[in-house]
């Protein structure tokens, strides 16, 4: 019944403990950014889904990069990485929010101290000891508990980021594959026809219809798209090892079958929205914010250090003095210490501290806005894509036909003695040019529309989330 003297100091030490932060309240900046994006297509705003709204899955319709983009989300070890940084940071919240119970242990205490007479007294105490439990008057403790959460929420954020941006890199990558496998067959296609040109050169050198100089120049021409051959199968290679990378593992051997390039008949037009609504969902934007949060609450805990703080010790157990006799009956003894801490002299310490609190939320707010105007940046460039790279694959498509023309001409009428061979040199490079041209372009289109649906917030689906391993 004697424990029951612990229980006013427990009370009131979780009364007086509820007390509210004094850390600034948090107001979200506004954007500094122009309210509506340049280039932006009015006409799919209503139709179609939100990308922050539209999973990876409804997205991407190509069998063999679903399959690639699961297993990268399995088993990237970026994304792996971002996954326990979450749950060292929800650990650190727990930690922070144990600061506001006591806590309570089991003590044995040994203690000597001399008496008048000049003997020294020995006892010995056993039982629950709480030690220095501080009451949070000001907040100081919840402060930066709260500054622990919102570093807790913005980590999340940036799992959902590094998420979004792990899909976008291996959708590209994928292209990027899909580019080098069409610039290879485009290449050996165009070898195989500078083989036929050498071969027919050479006869007509050696029958005397041809100079020296169309000889030299169908090898050189030959050789060139030998060159050509070796860059991009190393290309192709390079690409290759940087999927791998993405995907934590070697390419599985039972991938769907690629689909033709370029494959863009699955990619749905996402909607740019409004700046204001359509940044602040993206995970890289929240998390700016939830720092600007964790900001705030160091503030607080910054300004309560200028207040009193007051630590409880107390114990309950049983004392004597001797060892023997620590546990007979009648040797219950409880103590219970309050002490009081006003800060008075600290060589500016407090006033310093409460500086870098201040100077770190500018660093906040300075850096949300960064992450703001980036984002719209990004947004900008991407609808910037959309808006001119139809016309330019249009373009394109078209100079590639009239080169294909006229190389088919041009060879046409060396054959039958009617032009140089210079004619035919020239149109052979210029269409083997527009070819390598247009496969660009068309992967630029392709990309474009992955980059947009990136970089409005597309790519997150909570249910393809991996456990950390």
Request: proline fraction near 5%; glycine fraction near 6%; include cysteine.
């Amino acid at each position: 019944m004697k424990a029951l003297h612990l229980l006013p100091a427990a009370a009131a030490a979780l009364l007086i403990g509820g007390c509210s932060s004094m850390a600034p309240r948090h107001e979200r900046p506004a954007a500094p950014v122009p309210a509506t994006f340049p280039n932006a297509d009015a006409s799919t705003a209503g139709a179609a889904t939100p990308a922050a709204d539209l999973a990876w899955q409804d997205f991407f319709a190509d069998a063999r990069l679903k399959r690639l983009i699961a297993i990268a989300l399995a088993n990237n070890r970026d994304l792996r990485v971002a996954a326990l940084n979450i749950e060292q940071a929800r650990a650190q919240v727990d930690v922070r929010r144990a600061d506001l119970w006591p806590t309570l242990n089991a003590g044995l205490t040994a203690a000597r101290q001399p008496t008048a007479g000049g003997a020294l007294a020995r006892s010995w105490q056993a039982g629950l000891v709480v030690t220095g439990y501080e009451l949070d008057l000001f907040g100081r403790v919840r402060s930066l508990g709260d500054a622990a959460l919102a570093q807790y929420l913005g980590t999340e954020e940036a799992r959902k980021a590094a998420q979004i941006s792990l899909v976008a890199t291996v959708a590209a990558t994928h292209l990027a594959l899909q580019v080098d496998d069409e610039l290879l067959r485009i290449t050996r296609q165009t070898l195989a026809t500078r083989e036929d040109s050498l071969r027919l050169t050479r006869l007509k050198f050696d029958n005397g219809v041809s100079s020296e100089l169309d000889l030299r120049q169908a090898e050189s021409l030959l050789e060139a798209a030998r060159v050509a051959l070796a860059q991009q199968t190393r290309q192709r290679a390079l690409d290759e090892n940087a999927l791998t990378l993405l995907l934590g593992q070697p390419l599985p051997a039972d991938l769907p079958a690629p689909v033709a390039f370029p494959s863009d008949a699955g990619l749905p037009d996402v909607p740019a929205g409004v700046p204001s609504e359509v940044l602040t969902r993206r995970p890289d934007v929240r998390q700016a914010e939830q720092q600007l949060v964790a900001a705030n609450a160091n503030i607080g805990a910054a300004r309560a250090a200028f207040f009193p703080r007051i630590a409880l010790t107390t114990s309950a157990g049983s004392a004597s003095r001797e060892l023997s006799g620590l546990f007979e009956s009648g040797s219950f003894a409880w103590t219970w210490t309050a002490q009081l801490l006003q800060p008075i002299f600290d060589a500016g310490r407090n006033e310093a501290n409460l500086s870098i609190a201040k100077t770190g939320r500018e660093i906040a707010v300075a850096q949300y806005e960064r992450a703001i105007q980036s984002a719209f940046r990004e947004v900008a460039d991407a609808l910037a894509g959309r808006a001119t790279l139809d016309e330019q694959l249009r373009a394109q498509a078209a100079q590639t036909r009239a080169e294909q023309r006229r190389f088919e001409l041009a060879d046409l009428r060396y054959r039958n003695g009617a032009a140089s061979y210079l004619d035919v040199l020239d149109a052979q490079r210029s269409l083997f040019t527009a070819q390598q041209q247009l496969v660009q372009v068309q992967a630029q289109q392709v990309q474009s529309r992955v980059t947009l649906y990136r970089v409005l917030g597309g790519g997150w689906d909570a249910g393809s989330e991996a456990p950390p391993r």
